[in-house]
């Protein structure tokens, strides 16, 4: 048991483990396999972390997130293990972070995460039906060690030790209606819903190139902001004038997510993508500039006593 004073602050900062309250489950399409696929999303232990249970074509696998196990290679993030892979896992995590869901059980038949409405809003929404359930034990952390950054023809990932999690992100599409954009959110389950309706977008012509390729079979005006040189296809537009670059944090968020606990830090993101949000977390925790915090933190960046610390659940990719 936390001494009683250590157990009053972990509850006042929200800094306690959570997981959810009671099952729940949804189905849609796959983005790229535009087959039916099946989510549900169970109630999990003190000190799991986030468990994938992946299921596709009768074979079964439990995949632990990490850096290691995921391909970005593709416009999404896919989780990997022993051949079973579950795509397009990013917006499910970015909401699962968002909502500072630290321990569930998420189980997926059809080979990728549902794409739903191309937004993490209606993750947001199953998981406030499921209900947050706050489990007592102190949250557990990954902090960077010292400033870290990563840059790649034009593209840039910088971050400094700091409490919380904090993204300044900009990006650029000269010659589009995208434009310059460029937004600071400071993580916590009331701003992330800033982030979590916007959509997943793309120009027409990366989805003819990639229907050739077969994939986006799934993608349409329904789970994307499609656009051409003159504008938005979509015809109910934007759901904000700057939904290009809130969509991008959100992936962000979910591509930070692929730790065994929460990461901390400020983050000042340039024109990033999965690709790189990956390789910037493989080289930070190579190079141990990302490292599981030795002791619980609270908001205010106070360091807290906490419990014995556990072993980091291996990585299984
Ligand atoms: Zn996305």
Not at 2 to 24: F, S, W
Not at 213 to 218: E, K, Q
Not at 247 to 257: E, R, S, Y
Not at 289 to 317: I, K, M, T
């Amino acid at each position: 048991m936390l001494p009683a004073q250590v157990d009053n602050e972990v509850r006042r900062n929200g800094m306690q483990q959570t997981t959810i309250r009671r099952r729940v489950q949804c189905a849609g399409i796959g983005l790229h396999s535009g087959e039916s696929v099946r989510l549900v999303l169970r109630p999990a232990a003190v000190d799991t972390g986030i468990l994938f249970h992946a299921k596709t074509a009768g074979r079964a696998r439990t995949i632990i997130p990490c850096p290691e196990a995921v391909d970005a290679s593709g416009l999404a993030s896919t989780l990997v293990r022993d051949g079973v892979s579950v795509g397009t896992v990013e917006h499910l995590l970015a909401a699962l972070r968002g909502l500072g869901i630290d321990n569930i059980h998420v189980d997926i038949e059809g080979g990728e995460a549902p794409i739903l409405d191309g937004s993490a809003a209606p993750f947001a929404d199953l998981l406030e039906e499921a209900g947050l359930w706050p489990q007592g034990a102190p949250r557990r952390v990954f902090r960077l060690t010292r400033p870290f950054s990563l840059a790649r023809g034009g593209k840039s990932i910088t971050a400094v030790p700091g409490p919380g999690f904090l993204v300044d992100y900009s990006i650029d599409f000269p010659r589009t209606c995208i434009g310059r954009q460029r937004l600071v959110l400071d993580l916590t389950p009331e701003t992330f819903r800033q982030v979590a309706g916007a959509r997943t977008f793309g120009f027409a012509r990366e989805v003819e190139a990639l229907r050739a390729r077969g994939l986006a079979r799934g993608g349409s005006l329904d789970n994307a902001v499609v656009l051409n040189d003159e504008g938005v296809l979509n015809p109910e537009g934007l759901r904000a004038p700057d939904e290009f670059v809130r969509h991008k944090i959100l992936d962000f968020i979910g591509d930070m997510a692929v730790l065994p606990f929460p990461l901390t830090g400020r983050f000042t993101v340039v024109c990033s993508g999965h690709s790189l949000n990956n390789e910037f977390l493989r080289l930070a925790l190579r190079e141990r500039a990302v490292a599981p915090s030795a002791q619980a933190v609270s908001a205010s960046g106070r360091r807290l006593p906490s419990p014995p610390l556990l072993p980091v659940p291996a990585c299984a990719g």
